[in-house]
């Protein structure tokens, strides 16, 4: 009965090994082989800071996360994150497809017919489909992840010098560095899983009573997802990174599953990215509509017919739509695509965090639950920490050009 | 422009303050509220803030406003107000408790999110008259009212958007939490728009709720609409409803409705809890109920009230009048009375309709039912759907193996049954 006891943090934990991680940290580890192990470190404590504080919010006060932003901050403040939050997720929509066209590309199907094909079946899905059902195939075919575990030990990577770099990164201020690092914790800790997991509370009716279980149920989430993303990591480090494969597609990425399967690689590395895309790409158009919705008290919920809540069909129509035209482009570089959707949740992250930690904070919200020194510590870092490497980030050829000029 | 009748919250919100003197003090944060049973509750007060960080706040009384007219005028000077560094702690303030808040709107029964405040200007007095919920009041939050307004114009000059303002009237709708506390719902006035709201309806707003809110709407209401609210409510709504609710306010439910609902009423509650409940009941009472839940589910024993109007053998029809007269507040059926000897077995059925127009001297026997129509405790819901349907009745007595009459099943307990029996005959006649 393990999976009628799951909570939450696991159903998240699981969701954030999408075609974004997947891709995300496979790349991170051809790239720079094991140097990039150590942002898993701060991001796994930012994350679970995180999604405690989330956990927090929803058990004390029993709403979302929308609807706590729009009764707290109003509109305005509303509009202007939403309006985000739509761009970051049809970027993820888009990622998500992206994992379908690399994984059927592996299988010899064009992405002309996978990802139409995949969009239609997510519809029928997403309205006529069992989610509970839906949920318990996915977590089921999660599990596949574990392979790269086996995967990785396989490899027979080098553990001191694994150690090593986590402990003494190199770390590079190139832009292509710090856009992977960004991508590593948007993708880790995206925006649109914090609503989400908040949801998610509430839906299970979690009380005060059960937080001790609910935050065990967080540590564990929390804990599979950085696991996950460590060995795929070194996966990919022992494998492409000795090789000097870069990832260009998805079929590079399966080879680091060759220690593991052998010849078969491609085709469990295909599969599971396959179900985690497809499954993400049902979810994340639905729950942003949802959010979005909520917030702006329109009707929402797959319950409701279309004509009761035109917005919310609308809404997960059009980002699914958008998302797949993307992907449809010709010639469109899914990987590079997919790197910075990642990039563009870690810069909407510092938005979404300054709100929560206001809330968090505030007594008339939360009561005698409010953060404590080392929550708030872990919050603001994490959110100056973001704003600075994202501005670094944008300004770096700025830099570059001015470093030019200057050595004239 | 003049003073006009009606102006929106969001149009005075961060509008400057200006004292006595014409100095400014800080921009138009919130009115404050009175919090009492007018059904259009009137400003108190002003809640003025600062411009820039830290933020401090004073509440000005709306005695000493003079005027507000795209600014806010005070009649008084700047010393006598005070600021303070925490917001103004009041008991019902329109921008943290109204705008952007989530009411019941009770004319068209559904959960609807404030957009905007429509406030009624009069004597200087400021009343709350409407919420709007339209999407055209977002716009104006988001000051691209004329913009979106002239794109309408422009594609779709006869559209909804323009002329259709989405105002309910405050009488008609709700707020349930008043400054993080959600027990607004004590005010009679509060109570009565609730209550004009049909239970199915309202299970369906609750779900639109969060757990608190749903806890604070259900003890508003009485007893047997609490009930079918809950009958209506989802499994999982369910779940959480009761785990807030306090053990005594179960035990109160249960003790003021029919047995056989309070046996379903059970069912539907984790079984430990049950015990617990059980445990703080009367022995009486609870012991019928252990005796209900002893029963197979779908059996006659298990579908049964232990309750039921019942008269001896001797009786005459003036005592069964007597008896009717006496229950009125009977939660039971009240239709049928049952004839039972001096042991408690079974004798007879009687109806209103087959003693009323005798003489009040007739023994009361003489009045049943010719034929004696029963079932027993362990049988089957169909065979209860079958006799109520070949006799019409409309409450069937369940005898134990003893012949002693222990419950009574009506019509609607076997609802479901009948209406799948009847499906299937229709189904065969088509």
Redesign the interface.
């Given at each position: 009965m393990f999976l009628a006891i799951l909570g939450p943090g696991i159903v998240t934990g699981s969701v954030d090994n999408d075609a974004g991680g997947i891709t995300t940290y496979s790349v991170a580890g051809a790239l720079y082989g094991y140097n990039l192990l150590w942002t898993l470190i701060p991001s796994f404590i930012a994350l679970l800071v995180i999604q405690e504080m989330n956990l927090r919010m929803g058990v004390i006060t029993g709403k979302g996360l929308a609807d706590l932003i729009r009764e707290n901050f109003g509109v305005k403040v509303t509009a202007f994150i939403f309006l985000g939050l739509i761009i970051a997720d049809i970027g993820n929509t888009a990622t998500e497809f992206a994992g379908v066209a690399g994984s059927m590309d592996i299988f010899g199907v064009s992405k002309y017919i996978s990802v139409p094909l995949t969009a239609i079946a997510v519809w029928i899905l997403a309205t006529k489909g069992n989610y509970k059902i839906a949920e318990r195939i996915f977590l089921f075919f999660s599990f596949c992840l574990l392979f790269y575990i086996i995967s990785a030990v396989m490899a027979k990577p080098d553990w001191r010098e694994i150690s090593t770099a986590l402990v003494h990164p190199h770390a590079k201020f190139s832009g292509e560095y710090l856009s992977i690092v960004l991508g590593i914790i948007g993708t880790t800790i995206a925006p649109w899983m914090q609503f989400y997991m908040q949801s998610a509370v509430i839906e299970k009716g979690i009380t005060i009573k059960d937080y001790k279980f609910a935050f065990l149920d967080v540590v564990i989430g929390c804990t599979a997802t950085v696991v996950v993303a460590f060995f795929i990591m070194v996966a990919c480090a022992a494998t492409l990174n000795k090789n000097g494969v870069v990832i260009r597609e998805a079929s590079d990425a399966a080879m680091a599953l060759k220690p593991f399967a052998g010849v078969l690689a491609s085709q469990v590395f295909a599969f599971g990215l396959f179900i985690a895309s497809a499954f993400s790409a049902t979810i994340l158009p639905l729950a942003t509509a949802f959010y979005v919705c909520e917030a702006f008290g329109f009707e929402a919920g797959i319950d409701k017919r279309v004509d009761e809540a035109p917005q919310f069909y609308w809404l997960f129509g059009s980002i699914i739509a958008v998302a797949v035209g993307i992907i449809l482009w010709p010639n469109a570089p899914l990987i590079t695509i997919t790197i910075w959707t990642q990039v563009i949740n870690a810069m909407l992250l510092p938005v979404v965090l300054l709100s929560m930690i206001y809330m968090v904070n505030s007594p008339y919200v939360m009561g005698t639950h409010v953060n404590n020194k080392f929550q708030n510590f872990i919050g603001w870092s994490t959110t100056i920490l973001l704003i600075v490497l994202t501005g670094m980030l944008l300004l770096s050829p700025a830099v570059t050009f001015f470093r030019k000029i200057i050595s004239w | 422009m003049g003073e006009q009748f009606f102006v929106y919250l969001s149009e005075l919100l961060g509008k400057p303050v200006l004292d006595r003197d014409g100095r400014s003090i800080g921009r138009f944060y919130d009115f404050s509220m009175a919090l009492n049973n007018d059904i259009y509750p009137r400003a108190k007060g002003v809640i003025v803030c600062t411009a820039g960080f830290p933020r401090r706040y004073a509440e000005v009384a709306l005695a000493d406003v003079l005027r507000i007219d795209g600014k806010v005028d005070l009649k008084i000077p700047i010393a006598a107000v005070t600021f303070q560094d925490v917001?103004i702690v009041s008991e019902f303030a329109l921008r943290r408790d109204v705008?952007?808040?989530?009411v019941v709107d009770v004319e068209n029964k559904k959960v609807?999110?404030v957009?905007d405040v429509h406030i009624l200007r009069v004597d200087n007095q400021y009343h709350i008259a409407h919420v709007d919920?339209g999407l055209r009041a977002?716009v104006r939050?988001?000051?691209l009212e004329p913009v979106v307004d002239l794109l309408v114009k422009f594609f779709r000059p006869d559209a909804d958007y323009l002329k259709a303002e989405e105002l309910v009237s405050w009488k008609n709708s709700q707020v349930l939490t008043l400054?993080?506390q959600k027990n607004v719902l004590k005010l009679d006035v509060a109570r009565a728009k609730i209550a004009k709201i049909p239970p199915v309806l309202l299970a369906d707003i609750m779900r639109d709720l969060?757990?608190?809110?749903q806890v604070s709407v259900f003890r508003s209401l009485t007893f047997d609409v609490q009930l079918k609210v809950f009958a209506d409510m989802a499994p999982?709504d369910k779940?959480?409803l009761v785990?807030?609710l306090e053990d005594r306010e179960l035990v109160q439910i249960i003790a003021n409705i029919p047995s056989d609902e309070a046996a379903d009423f059970l069912m539907s509650i984790p079984r430990d809890r049950v015990q617990q409940l059980m445990r703080q009941m009367e022995s009486q009472a609870s012991k019928r109920l252990r005796t209900l839940l002893g029963f197979r589910r779908n059996s006659a024993g298990g579908l049964m009230a232990t309750e039921f109007l019942s008269l001896g053998l001797n009786a005459t029809v003036a005592d069964a009048m007597n008896k009717l007269k006496a229950s009125v507040d009977y939660p039971g059926s009240f239709n049928t009375i049952y004839i039972i000897d001096d042991q408690g077995r079974y004798a007879g059925t009687t109806t209103i309709r087959r003693f009323i127009n005798e003489p009040f001297d007739r023994p009361i026997v003489n009045t049943c039912h010719p034929q004696k129509v029963f079932v027993r405790t362990d049988d089957g819901m169909e065979k209860v759907a079958v006799l109520i349907e070949q006799y019409k009745y409309s409450a069937i007595p369940v005898l134990d193996e003893n012949d002693i009459l222990v419950g009574s099943i009506t019509v609607d307990d076997v609802m479901e049954e009948l209406i799948a029996m009847a499906w299937g005959k229709y189904k065969d006649q088509i």
């Open positions: - | 917001k705008l952007d808040q989530q609807v999110r957009n919920v977002l939050r988001l000051d400054g993080n969060d757990i608190f809110e999982d779940a959480g785990g807030l």
